[in-house]
């Protein structure tokens, strides 16, 4: 399959919260670490201009 793949960012209606669309050819594959309704961790890496998303420890 594939690790990478061209998502986007949604946003519904008039809230302030934010929702990334992870390609299918990313998410099937067998190495994709998520499970749906998993918590995750979302954190800002400013200095390398990233959002870094990790399961909740």
């Known amino acids: 399959m594939s690790k990478q ?4 960012i949604v946003k519904l209606s008039s ?3 934010r ?3 992870i ?3 990313v998410a099937g594959d067998d ?3 998520f499970e749906t309704g998993e918590e995750v961790t979302v954190r800002i890496e400013e200095g ?3 959002v870094v998303v990790e399961k909740v420890e």
């Open 5 to 8: 793949g061209k998502g986007k």
């Open 15 to 17: 809230a302030r919260t």
């Open 19 to 21: 929702f990334v669309s």
């Open 23 to 25: 390609p299918a050819d």
């Open 31 to 33: 190495r994709f670490p």
């Open 48 to 50: 390398k201009h990233r």
